[in-house]
């Protein structure tokens, strides 16, 4: 099966092109064929990893070169290492759960069947992405699915919203993917080929310089950052929710936004090459974490309160991984590769059920504010137990799968005194806002007696996939357990394998931290015994900060994107100005030109006609004079010129003459002419008038 | 240059000649001009006579004054109305022609005084000019003699064609 | 004899410009047989001074005295057909081929 693993990817393109072309009419056998194509991939996938884990491990790679070029060979070809073996399950499964679940989610949308095209697209790319073995070809599978996602967010594009959102997540993880590119392609170049292998090579035996290490390293974070919706570019996450949950579910919890984590888990050798990137890839993490976390305390939607949720829990892989890079570097040992790589497959997990949750729930009362929510534990059977479940996993309470995962986190910060207060006080928010979730969606008096009414369980299609994910947040993690021999971390590992040991103490504190939390939370919105009110009204100003997103978005609108708009439009009325300009002008020149040249025609070349004619009238005129009718002037004419031209012959000839041009003829012939003119105009009045035809003479 | 200057005679007869000559082209009455005309070859004809060409003399006058100008006063007095105005004679090229008419006669004479060359003359006239002239006119111009015969026959029937009355 | 030629010279100058300058188409045949005579002159001056044998001089005078007759004739023919269309002699009347 793993030589034909590249079907895993291509199976949900062949869906997506057979809806798109062939079957978008037919809505039942869309949905099927899709889904039958995602849960085909996903049983390849399991086998996959099943012969893998049957290699023990043995990364086996396979490609082709489909153009040489000079200077570098692109490669398609895939990698199968137990990473992405991992990450093929998670994927497919998810997926599988995701579709199954939108044949009830989306019943009745217009927009049926490409619902599914998009998401077997989607589902191309990122398997495509995971299979990659080469940079290049990573990141053609990248922008597919920033793609995909902007296409997915705003499938609802009649609503503005869902339009601006859609163009603000595609727009901001660019510019990650900006810094990816730089990234990817200095490593490429000093280590002459794109393929993972190489330049893993290439870094390890430090052929690179590590200022160019620190640097690509940096920049190839730039791409995890926009990717996984890191501090200072989460700004597009929160407002992704637009788009119907499954897609939130999906690729907002489970896949896409784990592709920045994948993406510095297959690139951690760069990462160890350096400390310094490693540091600023953990110091990110953990910002993004509580920042992330600390907003996810106040909001009211309840879409938003998980999409936080998931920026936070992004944040800790991230700072799981950077510690790793960190330690690694300095020579120490640290679990961060396995804890991020572990707390990523059991997050997509619970977090895909915890949004396919809100989905039913928001599917039974049509509406997203938790405000308006309550009491409905009651009345979904299904969809509540799991969501709890869930919540406790993210909470981290044991024994489900995600209290495992998170202890390895916790574990790799706790040689950073910092990271570990953080990373604690971070647990407890977590805990803490995920129960104040479900106490306000579930328990408590219906806020909104309409809603409750009418609120009822979801459809068979959208609570059994639930169910499943939760069978899986709960037995997921257990692969993981620290004192397995043969377990997760000896699996998915980086350098040497790492053998995770229980440590109890730990263990303990971060149970202790997640009970408080779910403590609070149930003294402060089940028993009311503290008023979340006058906890509010005591805090005011970081309530509003909070509340407000610490104003992230706004002040990017006020520094970037104003701006930039103003800039644009700028630009525009230059770039109008001068080409309308150059255009009006060249109109303008045009006319002008025109003008002149049909002055030209009507003066010299008509003036060049005309004036010929006119020159032969003239002649005519001229030569008309001689025209007469009157024989008498004839005769004088012929006798003028016998006389001249004797007068020419004898002076010419005669000796007596002493220049050579005939001086008296000339002036004889001159004086005549003159003489002629004059006796015309003179001498015709009184003479020629009087005298009529008729008269007798 | 001949030494011999013409005498009285040929003055008198020249000044008759150009006088005579020049009324013929300036006298606004045609009848007038004919009458000056006659004078005219009769003076002519006394030249010939100075020339001894006797004979000549005699056929142009007969000819010449005999018919020809009885022939030019029969025309001028079937075709004019003499008694009308007498307008001017002269059209508009009056002034230009009689410059340079003038020029012709004075330069020719110029001329030929200036670049004449003389010849001396290579035989004496005969005496009997008459019977020389008849004589020749039988031998040596026969042709011209017949052919002009035919000629004044041509001249004849062709008047008589040209003015003859017209049928309506 | 240079004084008989001149004299045939000025004679023809004025018959030249009679025959120029008239406006009476009878006026131009005498102006015409002025100048045939001047140059009967010039042929008798010859005769007598340069080339006196043959009499050739004499002869042609003869001759062109004829002919002159012969074209006084026709021309005065031609003279009455002019009267005869426009009823009048002036040279306005020929002078029909103007442009």
Aim: hydrophobic share 55%; charged share 10%.
């Amino acid at each position: 099966m793993t030589e034909h693993s590249y079907l895993i990817a291509l199976l949900p393109l062949l869906s997506f092109v057979m809806i798109i072309f062939f079957l978008r009419w037919q809505e039942k056998v869309s949905a099927g064929f899709s889904i039958a194509m995602i849960v085909i991939s996903w049983g390849m996938s399991v086998m996959v990893l099943i012969e893998t884990l049957a290699r023990h491990g043995k990364p086996y790679e396979a490609f082709y070169k489909f153009v040489e070029l000079v200077r570098f060979v692109p490669e398609i070809g895939i990698l199968i290492d137990p990473l992405t073996a991992v990450m093929l399950v998670v994927v497919t499964t998810v997926g599988a759960c995701v579709q199954i679940y939108s044949v009830g989610y989306m019943h009745g949308d217009p927009r049926f069947s490409r619902f599914f095209s998009y998401l077997s697209l989607f589902l191309f790319s990122m398997l495509g992405l995971v299979l990659a073995n080469n940079f290049f070809m990573i990141f053609i599978f990248w922008e597919l699915v920033g793609l995909t996602s902007y296409l997915l967010i705003g499938f609802w594009f009649e609503k503005a919203s869902a339009a601006n959102a859609c163009k603000k997540a595609f727009i901001t993880t660019r510019i990650g993917d900006l810094g990816f590119l730089v990234g990817l392609f200095m490593v490429a170049i000093y280590a002459g080929t794109f393929n993972y292998g190489g330049v893993f090579d290439k870094v390890a035996s430090g052929a690179i310089p590590t200022g160019i290490v620190t640097a690509a390293a940096i920049f190839i974070f730039c791409g995890a950052v926009g990717k996984s919706a890191q501090f200072p570019l989460h700004v597009w996450l929160p407002d992704a929710m637009e788009g119907p949950t499954p897609v939130s579910a999906l690729i907002h919890a489970a896949t896409m936004v784990a592709a920045g984590v994948y993406l510095v888990a297959r690139a951690m050798t760069v990462f160890v090459g350096s400390a310094e990137a490693s540091l600023v890839v953990a110091v990110i993490g953990l910002v993004t974490s509580f920042m992330a976390a600390s907003i996810g305390l106040v909001q009211n939607d309840i879409k938003r309160v998980l999409a936080y949720s998931t920026c936070s829990q992004l944040g800790y892989m991230i700072m799981a991984l950077g510690l790793y890079g960190y330690d690694t570097a300095l020579g120490h040992h640290s679990p961060g590769y396995y804890a991020g790589s572990f707390h990523l497959m059991t997050h997509a997990f619970f977090k895909g059920l915890l949004f396919l949750g809100a989905g039913s729930v928001i599917h039974a009362v049509h509406t997203n504010d938790i405000q308006e929510m309550g009491g409905l534990f009651g009345k979904m059977k299904l969809t509540a137990p799991t969501f709890i479940i869930a919540s406790l996993s993210i909470a981290g309470i044991f024994p489900l799968s995600g209290f495992w995962s998170k202890d390895e986190i916790v574990a790799a910060a706790s040689h950073h005194p910092v990271f570990l207060v953080f990373t604690l006080l971070i647990a407890f928010m977590t805990a803490f806002y995920m129960f104040r979730l479900c106490f306000l969606t579930f328990f408590g008096e219906p806020r909104d007696k309409e809603r409750f009414d009418h609120a009822h369980e979801s459809p068979k299609s959208m609570t059994y996939p639930l169910v499943f994910l939760a069978f899986l947040s709960i037995f997921a993690g257990w692969v993981g357990l620290p004192w397995l021999q043969h377990g997760f971390a000896s699996f998915v590992y980086h350098g040497e394998p790492y053998h995770p040991h229980a440590n109890w103490l730990l263990m303990i504190i971060s149970t202790v931290v997640a009970v408080s939390g779910i403590g609070l939370a149930y003294l402060m919105y089940f028993k009311k015994s503290i008023s979340a009110d006058s906890v509010a009204a005591k805090f005011k100003p970081l309530y509003t900060l909070l509340y407000n997103k610490y104003y992230f978005d706004e002040m990017y609108d006020a520094l970037i994107i104003r701006p930039t708009l103003t800039f644009a439009r700028l630009m525009w009325r230059f770039d109008a100005g001068i080409i309308d300009g150059l255009v009006n002008g060249t109109a303008w020149f045009t006319v002008v030109w025109s003008d002149a040249k049909q002055w030209f025609d009507t003066w010299i070349v008509d003036g060049a006609v005309n004036g010929s004619g006119w020159i032969v009238r003239k002649g005519a005129d001229l030569g008309r004079i001689l025209q007469t009718g009157k024989v008498q002037f004839y005769a004088f004419f012929a006798l003028l010129l016998v006389v001249l031209v004797t007068l020419f012959k004898l002076e010419s000839g005669s000796p007596d003459s002493e220049s050579g041009a005939p001086v008296l003829t000339i002036l004889l012939a001159v004086g005549v002419v003159f003489l002629a003119v004059l006796s015309r105009t003179i001498g015709r009045q009184p003479a020629g008038q009087e005298a009529k035809r008729e008269d007798n003479v | 240059m001949p030494a011999t200057e013409p005498g009285v005679v040929f003055w008198i007869l020249a000044v008759v000649i150009l006088v005579s000559g020049f009324l013929v082209v300036t006298l606004r009455n045609i009848f007038h001009c004919a009458l000056c005309l006659i004078l005219c070859l009769f003076a002519v004809a006394g030249i010939y006579v100075l020339l001894n060409a006797e004979f000549l003399a005699a056929a142009q006058v007969l000819i010449y004054v005999g018919a020809v100008a009885i022939l030019i006063v029969f025309t001028v007095m079937l075709t004019t109305d003499l008694a009308s105005r007498s307008l001017v004679q002269h059209n508009e090229n009056a002034t230009i022609a009689f410059v340079v008419c003038a020029l012709f006669a004075i330069g020719v004479p110029w001329l030929i005084t200036t670049t004449g060359v003389w010849i001396p003359p290579k035989g004496e006239l005969p005496a009997d000019n008459v019977g020389t002239i008849g004589k020749y006119l039988m031998t040596d111009f026969m042709l011209p003699f017949e052919v002009v015969s035919v000629l004044l026959l041509a001249a004849l029937i062709g008047a008589i064609v040209l003015a003859r009355k017209e049928h309506s | 004899m240079f004084y008989y030629l001149a004299l045939a010279a000025v004679l023809f100058a004025i018959g030249l410009f009679g025959v120029l300058t008239r406006r009476n188409v009878i006026g131009i045949l005498m102006s015409l047989e002025l100048m045939f005579n001047a140059a009967n002159i010039n042929f008798v001056a010859f005769n007598k001074y340069v080339a006196t044998e043959a009499l050739v001089g004499q002869m042609f005078a003869i001759f062109i005295v004829v002919v002159a007759a012969a074209e006084a004739v026709v021309g005065l023919a031609i003279v009455l057909l002019i009267y005869r269309n426009w009823r009048g002699i002036g040279m306005d009347n020929v002078n029909v081929m103007k442009w």
